[in-house]
Every structure is written in C-alpha cells, then in structure tokens.
C-alpha cells in the first residue's frame, strides 16, 4: 500500500510517499518560516499564500525523490485538523482535487495523530535518515509536544486509544516561543533556546512546575509568567516594565542561564508525567511525537529515567512532515478508517483526538 500523505497544517508545506506504512520512499518540506521570524510567530495569512504557491512543486517532488508515478500511488491522505484554517483549505483542496482527477481514494488525518505515526518508519533509502529499529508495539504511551499540543495518550492499539491528560493552556512549545521573544532569541524558540541553554546552567533560578487536578494534566502558563518576572527582576525593574525592552536590558549571561533553567524545568514537566503514566500502565512501548520531541534536553532527561527503552525518530520527522501523516494514512487503508469523500471533505481547524 502506497500512500502520498500532503501536509499543510500550519507553516509547512509538506508531501511524502510511505510504503506500506514502514518505508519512507520520500519527503519533501518547505517552510515559510524565515517569513514569520520578523513577527515572532506564525502570520496565518502569510503561511497561506505560502501554501498556495509551493504546494503543487512540493507534491511534484516528493513524487520524482519516490520514483512514483500516480499509477503507482493507491491513495492519499491529508492533513484536515487541526491547524490553521487558511492553511488547512489548502492541503484539503490540493488533496481533493488530486483523489478525483486520479480516482484514488482520500483518507482524511488527525494533525496530532499523524505525529506518532511518524514512529512507525522504520526504513528508508533517503540519505542521512535515523530510524527506529523496529515499530512500536501496542500498548503503546505517545508523548505528544508541539507547538499546539502537549498531551499523554495511551493507545491499545490503531485507533483505539485513550487520552490521559493534555494541557490546559499553553503548549510547550508554545511556551518555549514566548520565553525565546521574552529573551529576544529567533522564532521558532524550541531550538533558539536550546543553543542558548548550552552556555548557561540549569539550576541558576528554581523556577515551579504547575500541580493540577488532573494526574496527567499539563500547564506552562505559569512558567512562562515566572520567567517574565524573574527576568524583570533581574534587571532590577518591577512587574510593570515592558517585557518587548526585556531584551535589550539583559546581558547575555542571563539570557543563558535563564535559558538553560526554563528549558530543564519545561521538560521535566513532561519527563515526570511521562514517568508516572509508564510506572502506572506498563506499556510494551514509549514513543515521543511532535517537534519537540527533537530536543536533545528531553532525550537527554528521559534516557536518565531508566525506565524503559526508547528509539527515536529522525529529528525531521518530529516536525510537520507528510510522511508521517501518509504512514497514518497507510494503517487507515489497511484498517478502513478514515476514507473521506473528496467531494465533500471540510477543514476542522479544532479538531481533538
């Protein structure tokens, strides 16, 4: 089963052909994120545009790197939530249109869910790819963090899975954007922080990790205010300086220290859920999904757990990629989930696990 998955979620323009849901034939990304640096975060308008010009060249090339013609294809699938509405249409009426004019059936996708699907590529011939070794194995804890998402799901097998706990405001990685703008480090600010971090020390300030309710429930509202107020404090100013003159009043010591503190306690957010929920439910696997799956911190953290093995993916497949919604795609086929009507198929930007 040869699935052409197309991704548009957002601010990547992406389409990959998967083979039988294991092997990554090809996977072609272009961003549009050096437009949205000079305004620290994604202009939904802009990624749009973006889509619109790149996404026919960028499907075209995922279908020469795979050597695939559309007779060799026997399906596609798309990325319809959640994500950014202007972005989403694009994607889906790329995908809709191709379905029809190639008879091929579509297979509608879960943003989110995609992320851990990324998991299950386990062989490639594409250069410079490191893979898991093997797929996981149900039942199987997924560890979702992203710059929308942060979420512990607990998955009995293909679709069918449980939701333990996600966050109740920010995202991680949606934390990590606005302590890098409060910092005046580059949008994206997952990696922008964490090569900062690397030249200063983690335990510099104790800043606190959020207690919730619920056991598996995250929160990084509170942590991102912490930061604001200790770098206010740190440049000898009160709750009321403006946080856009942050930048320029602190010297890069204390950027760094500041990084590298926010970054440990962020992660460690995650790596003691992470802990709690595999001590609790004793899955045959773990596997960690989205773009921040790529930190080194939070691999770093979870190899120190001793508690169980885990294989990563390749660092290219943690961000929005269309391999990994066309590796979901390939398991929907097989299952019958997810066929979708190209007629009819509509964007669901809030779309939840």
């Known amino acids: 089963m040869r699935i052409l998955g197309i991704e548009t979620s957002c601010d990547e323009t992406a389409a990959a052909v998967v083979d039988d849901g294991s092997k990554l034939l090809s996977n072609v990304v272009a961003s549009s994120v050096p437009l949205h640096a000079t305004y620290g975060g994604v202009v939904p308008e802009i990624a749009a545009r973006s889509h619109i010009e790149v996404i026919i060249p960028v499907i075209d090339q995922a279908l020469v790197s795979a050597k695939c013609s559309w007779d060799s294809i026997d399906g596609i699938a798309v990325t319809y939530g959640a994500g950014l509405s202007g972005s989403l249409l694009i994607g889906v009426l790329t995908a809709r249109t191709l379905a029809v004019a190639n008879r091929l059936p579509l297979f509608a996708i879960n943003h989110v869910e995609g992320h851990v699907y990324a998991n299950f590529l386990t062989t490639t011939s594409l250069p410079g790819y490191v893979l898991p070794s093997h797929q996981p194995k149900f039942p199987l804890l997924a560890v979702i963090v992203s710059g929308g998402h942060t979420q512990l799901v607990l998955f009995r097998d293909h679709f069918n899975y449980r939701m333990l706990g996600q966050t109740s405001d920010d995202a991680i990685g949606e934390a990590f954007d606005k ?9 994206p600010g997952g990696p922008s922080i964490s090569k900062k971090a690397l030249k200063g020390d983690p335990m510099t300030y104790k800043l606190p990790i959020s207690r919730l309710p619920g056991k598996y429930d995250f929160s990084f509202s509170g942590i991102k205010t912490a930061v604001l107020r200790l770098a206010q ?9 403006p946080s856009y003159m942050l930048p320029e009043a602190l010297n890069e010591a204390q950027k760094a220290n500041i990084a590298a503190s926010f970054q440990f306690i962020a992660i460690k957010t995650v790596v003691d859920k992470v802990k709690l929920a595999y001590q609790e439910f004793r899955p045959a696997g773990v596997v960690i999904a989205g773009g921040v799956g790529a930190s080194n911190e939070l691999r770093r953290q979870l190899s120190e757990l001793n ?15 269309g391999a990994m919604i ?12 997810m066929l979708a009507d190209p007629l009819k198929l509509d964007i669901a930007p809030n779309l939840s696990m």
Do not use: M, Q, W
């Open 307 to 321: 508690e169980f093995e885990i294989e990563y993916t390749d660092p290219r497949l943690c961000t929005d990629n």
């Open 326 to 337: 066309a590796a979901l795609g390939c398991f929907a086929a097989e299952h019958k989930k």
């Open 179 to 187: 302590v890098a703008k409060i910092l005046g480090l580059e949008y």
């Open 233 to 241: 404090k740190e440049v000898g100013k009160s709750f009321d300086f």
